[in-house]
């Protein structure tokens, strides 16, 4: 009787790496096709019709102006500072670096600060390529271009990347709500139409995702290693 074992053992390997291949291959594509798909609306608005917003860009915009009330801008200015200037874009990340560093997840923290310095740096490309105006109603100052927004860039890049590094529920709701809640503030203080926050947050994500494919087994191991107390 022919023993099957070793081929039996053979054909499980090989469907092992197969799977392997086909979970490192996923976040690249999928993240890769964000980040163009982020480009191309960019393009889109910026050819269409010499970067005017859409017609859902205008009416949300109008519902935004009869909406405004000093109660709201209070919760938008603060939105405002945690996602942008010396607080949003240096203070906050370098702060989690260091913490991700003394936990001594060495690898989250090369992670995150990758993948901000990247989404940060795509986002003033594409702001300098297509230079569209923002609109006219602004209650707080911002440089030129207004596709993508930096801030939900930035919002979404920083939760997609602690919900994978931290492995947690509540994150991943944290992270979602914060981002959702910065597209409501850019809109709310002006500074962005709707479709510029859409590009943001697409462009976040599809960062995170790509650089996480390479690190995702790193990161795994880091997350369930031990820590060990130094005598």
Known sequence: MTDNR??????ADQALKSEVRATRHW???SGIAAVVLAAALGAVIAYRASNKPFEFDTEWMDEILEARNPVWEVPAQLMNTLGGGLFGVIILPVAIIVVLLVMRRKWAALYFATASGVSAGLVQLLKNLFARPRPEDML???????????HVANAATMAVVLGFILQRTWVWIAGVAYAILMMLSRTYLGVHWASDTIGGLVLGVGVAVVLWGPLAHRLDLERHKPIVAQP
């Open 27 to 29: 976040p690249l594509i």
């Open 140 to 150: 707080v100052t911002a440089d030129i271009g207004s596709f993508p927004s930096g």
């Open 6 to 11: 070793p081929r039996t053992r053979y054909a």
